[in-house]
């Protein structure tokens, strides 16, 4: 069964850091693409970041670009660094694999999700 496991999220003041972990399981991902995304309340859900299937190539949503940076530890664990943190950045914040390992802004490219970390920023 294929689990993603989001953790590291919590209550930050603004310009504050955070670093998400996402770690997958019941396969290997090693070529498969891992991104982020999150949902405000109110909001629709909205890319983030994304990694292809071998750490060498990131894509950033133009709002997080420069604040945050995604890697890859290994096959099945991947990183959301974000720094300078500010409140509208307050979302549930949820990691996805994608089977094809490029990297990919829309949801619809991904195939599993996690259940979501919830990320506060108090401004």
């Known amino acids: 069964q294929v689990q993603l496991v989001e953790s590291g999220g919590g209550l930050v003041q603004a310009g504050g850091s955070l670093r998400l972990s996402c770690t997958a399981s019941?396969?290997?991902?090693?070529?498969?693409?891992m991104g982020w995304f999150r949902q405000a309340p109110g909001k629709e859900r909205e890319f983030v970041a994304t990694?292809?299937?071998?750490?060498?190539?990131t894509y950033y949503a133009d709002s997080v670009k420069g604040r945050f940076t995604i890697s890859r530890v290994n096959a099945n664990t991947v990183y959301l660094q974000m720094n300078s943190l500010e409140p509208e950045d307050t979302a549930v914040y949820y990691c996805?694999?994608?089977?094809?390992?490029?990297?990919?802004?829309?949801?619809?490219?991904?195939?599993?999700w996690g259940q979501g970390t919830q990320v506060t920023v108090s401004s």
């Open positions: 996805a694999a994608a089977r094809i390992g490029g990297v990919w802004r829309s949801d619809g490219a991904y195939d599993y």
């Open positions: 990694i292809n299937w071998s750490g060498s190539n």
């Open positions: 019941g396969r290997t991902f090693s070529s498969y693409a």
